[in-house]
């Protein structure tokens, strides 16, 4: 198993531009999630997705839109990139552990965008 | 809505001396809780994580955390540091039981390690 696999790892845009940070993960988690990481202020939800065609916001969620079409793919979309969205983005899936109870996320390696 | 403080924005340590890095949580009912660790330009690794049962928890490289539910705490110990413990640590708290509960972490509390 890869795990949660992002990319890119780093990444440059200009103000207005658009992109799209890529998230995958092929342990077949139903749950998968984005959070943004600033100084200081810990990761921060952005979206989330229970499972295939189901998304939902998080803490963070303005200037971010996210799809959850397969299983297996999370998709991050910055639809006009400001200055403000400056930071290391990391995807995470989790699992439930049914039978012990509770559940453990795996993180992926982290994008980190810079707007200018 | 589930919180966490981190009161330590900034701990320096000597090597070898004991560690306790605090975190105090908000959840209205029973919490899983976990501690990771985030060394520069890196991931998240999970050191260890509370669910249920024993309110001592043992982690990987000798850390060990305990739940406190009278006082809303799950503190972060280490009984001698070593330099390579130099990183962030967070502390976060999810949902109990099988809901599709969030994580939400703390602000993070910066480890530096004195020779």
């Known amino acids: 198993n890869a795990g949660v696999t992002q990319t890119p790892k780093f990444q440059v845009l200009k103000t207005g531009q658009s992109m799209t940070l890529q998230c995958a993960q092929d342990m077949n988690h139903e749950y998968m999630s984005w959070y943004r990481q600033d100084p200081g202020m810990g990761l921060r939800l952005i979206h989330y997705?229970?499972?295939?065609?189901?998304?939902d916001q998080g803490e963070v969620p303005n200037g971010y839109n996210v799809s959850r079409s397969t299983t297996e793919d999370f998709p991050l979309r910055l639809l006009s990139a400001a200055p403000s969205q400056t930071s290391v983005y990391f995807c995470?899936?989790?699992?439930?552990?049914?039978?012990?109870?509770?559940?453990?996320?795996?993180f992926g390696s982290g994008t980190r965008l810079t707007v200018v | 809505a589930q919180s966490v403080t981190q009161p330590d924005i900034h701990i320096t340590v000597s090597e070898g001396a004991s560690l306790e890095l605090r975190c105090n949580y908000s959840y209205g009912a029973t919490p899983y809780l976990f501690w990771y660790v985030q060394s520069p330009g890196q991931g998240l690794q999970l050191l260890l994580k509370?669910?249920?049962?024993?309110?001592l928890v043992q982690g990987i490289k000798g850390f060990e955390a305990e739940f406190k539910r009278s006082q809303s705490s799950f503190n972060l110990r280490k009984p001698s540091v070593h330099w390579s413990d130099a990183a962030e640590y967070f502390c976060a708290v999810g949902a109990g039981g099988t809901s599709y509960g969030k994580l939400t972490f703390g602000q993070g509390t910066i480890l530096t390690v004195h020779p």
């Open positions: 509370y669910f249920s049962g024993d309110t």
């Open positions: 995470a899936s989790r699992v439930l552990h049914r039978r012990q109870g509770g559940y453990g996320y795996t």
């Open positions: 997705s229970v499972g295939a065609g189901i998304t």
